[in-house]
């Protein structure tokens, strides 16, 4: 069975820098399509950044230049560096994967991934 579990989440004041860590479990890590989808306070879930087997990324306009998607293949981790955060990155932060091997555009698409984790929740605030 796929699991995935999130981990790194924290309170936070505008501008500082958070590394979220996703470990794997259960499925062959390295050729899954991986991904960070957020969900704020009465928002909608929506991708913040994702990366394919080949090593393509993609990010939401809004974290470009602040935000860094990795994946570790010998340790089974994805993780997700976040510098000079804002007030509006709060929220609960889901790591997903999925067996198919997305083209880039479609990286940060929910409906694109099968397996979810829990979440770890982020406060960006002052």
């Known amino acids: 069975q796929a699991v995935l579990v999130e981990s790194g989440g924290a309170l936070v004041q505008p501008g500082g820098s958070l590394t979220l860590s996703c470990r794997a479990h259960?499925?062959?890590?390295?050729?899954?399509?991986m991904a960070w989808f957020r969900q704020g306070p009465g928002t909608r879930r929506e991708g913040v950044a994702g990366?394919?087997?080949?090593?393509?990324?993609n990010y939401v306009a809004s974290v470009k230049g602040r935000f860094t998607i990795s994946r570790d293949d010998a340790s089974n981790t994805l993780n997700l560096q976040m510098d000079n955060l804002k007030p509006e990155d709060t929220g609960m932060y889901y790591c997903?994967?999925?067996?198919?091997?997305?083209?880039?555009?479609?990286?940060?698409?929910?409906?694109?991934?099968?397996?979810w984790g829990p979440g770890t929740l982020v406060i960006v605030s002052s």
């Open positions: 997903a994967a999925d067996s198919r091997q997305w083209g880039r555009v479609t990286l940060l698409s929910s409906e694109a991934y099968s397996t």
């Open positions: 259960g499925f062959v890590f390295g050729t899954y399509t």
């Open positions: 990366i394919n087997p080949p090593g393509s990324t």
